[in-house]
């Protein structure tokens, strides 16, 4: 890390966002050897704090998502031993379990919806399996006993977000005091980016050398992540010609807490559609349970009454005992969405379709950001290293741009 200039903060890496996905790119990276400045004014209170946690590449299968399947299973499976060093590292346990995902149809309409997605799985070999009623129940002895139809998802498990982000921010502050001598408000700035700095003031497609935030204070970087979900589309100094068409779908999630009478109300994820909508319940270890989830694309940006309602509803039909709990909290956020549902992900190209020196996007994770930090992390550190695989083109964060758009039709 070097720094000419005496009054901004300096680092090697600046991240803007403090989400799961800006906290684990900070992490890989500060792993990696650089030194990092974290932006973010509230980190982890935004989707993060709202996610239910699900690790779930097969259940969360949508038609003509193959692609992004990919990386979804790619990052999975890194789950577990990225969720291993974070314990170990920080002595904390961030709610990570690997047991299975049941996904329930309620009557036989939603049975039928299963199968053609049961039948989507198995052509792409996706290890689903179809088990009896009495099997599930046997499993988690709280189902419903008119469920129409059970399938089990071993490979699909879940984590605490609230938690992994706790540990990831606790990793970050003590490997900057211990390593390299920096504060804690020099990793970790509260204050919100309002614009990229350029190496040339007036021109977006020069090299990015770092951030301005909203009370002036300059961040000096050679290279900068935007990481900051919907809040890339407020950024000052992005380059002019990059578009990033990310839209705001809102969720709300229940949290309950379950009595000691019906301790452990199921041990798996317990995923379902319900009349045609999806729900599930994801059990914690702290005895509460998580319920999602809607997903609203309109402009009220706290919880729905009607979406409360719906959950609580949907989620008795599959557990009825859980009109039996305590409802401890109901939270809505906004995920940011793309239009083909995948992360904007890596370096961007000036519209000559030279890579803009300095300059990273990780936004766009829709309903993945959870899953999918892990290899989000491992994408950009290797930028961050000059290796860039084309395997992850797809994603890249410039494919929306019409320079970007004309070049591939050309």
Known sequence: MSCTVPDPICSDVAVIGGGIIGLSIALEAQRAGHSITLIDP???????????GMLAPISELHYQEEQLLALT??????????AARITAETGMDIGFRATPTLMLGADAADRIALEDLQQA?????????????REARTMEPLLAPHISSAHLLTLDHQVDPRLAAAAIQKQLLAVGAEREGRGADEVLIRARARELLHQDPTDTASPVIGVVLDDGR?????EVVVANGLGALELGGLPHHLVLPLR????DILRLRV????????TATVRGVVRGLPVYVVPRNDHTVVIGATSREDTNAGASAGGVHQLLRDAQVLLPAVLELELCEVTARARPGTPDNAPLLGRVEAANGTVIPGLLIATGFFRHGVLLAPIAARIITE?????RDPAFDHFRPDRFSPARQHQESA
């Open 42 to 52: 509230e980190p982890a209170t935004g989707a993060t704090f709202a996610a239910a």
């Open 73 to 82: 299973l790619a990052s999975a499976a890194r789950w577990p031993e990225f």
């Open 121 to 133: 799985r198995l052509r792409l070999g996706l290890e689903a399996t179809r088990i009896s009623i």
């Open 218 to 222: 300059e961040i000096r970087a050679p």
């Open 248 to 251: 705001p779908v809102h969720g």
């Open 259 to 266: 009595p000691e009478h019906l301790r452990p109300l199921t």
């Open 383 to 387: 930028l961050l290293a000059g290796v």
